[in-house]
């Protein structure tokens, strides 16, 4: 059984063309839509383990209703608390499918300058040392994204954390 991932948006997109899980397809990310966009996806098909990567913007629609949260140690244990990793993230399992959430919180460009600043990554005068500044070049196509030099530096940076949450998804994609 494959595992496809379904991102929210390009900088998405990118990481996860970065970090490679094993066993997991090419990421496929399908243009606009959001988090809605991304949920019906995963929602329409049960033959493969389907994981959407999403952003805790505070709009999560009545289908996030049907996930569970789950331990990222152990995906078969529900768990009944808010409270995120460490990393800024938290993981849910559809009630009756094969499909899993990974949202950030509180959204990628926030999650990433948080990580960012809380362990010293971004260079002085960074141009993309805020959500706001951030978005404007994770609004670009994967592609271009990874062109571009400082986000592919900050991106490697995390990477290489001793307590990576990039290697806590990725060990997350591959347990399940």
Not at 84 to 113: F, M, R
Not at 145 to 172: M, Q, V, Y
């Amino acid at each position: 059984m494959a595992k496809i991932i379904y991102p929210e948006c390009n900088g998405e997109t990118y990481i996860y063309e970065i970090i490679k899980p094993s066993g997991a397809k090419k990421p496929i990310h399908q243009g606009p839509g959001g988090i809605g966009r991304v949920l019906k996806r995963i929602k329409d098909f049960n033959d493969d383990t389907l994981i959407g990567i999403i952003d805790n913007d505070n709009s999560l629609p009545t289908e996030f209703e049907k996930y569970s949260r789950i331990d990222p140690e152990d995906p078969s244990r529900e768990i009944n608390s808010d409270v995120q990793s460490k990393s800024g993230i938290k993981y849910y399992k559809h009630n009756s499918q094969n499909s899993y959430l990974i949202i950030q919180e509180p959204d990628l460009e926030g999650w990433l300058c948080k990580l960012g600043k809380h362990n010293n990554l971004f260079p002085k005068g960074s141009s993309i040392n805020t959500p706001k500044k951030m978005k404007a070049i994770t609004k670009q196509k994967a592609t271009l994204l990874g062109r571009n030099t400082e986000f592919k530096k900050l991106i490697k940076a995390i990477e290489l954390l001793p307590e990576s949450p990039l290697k806590e998804i990725k060990d997350f994609i591959e347990k399940i």
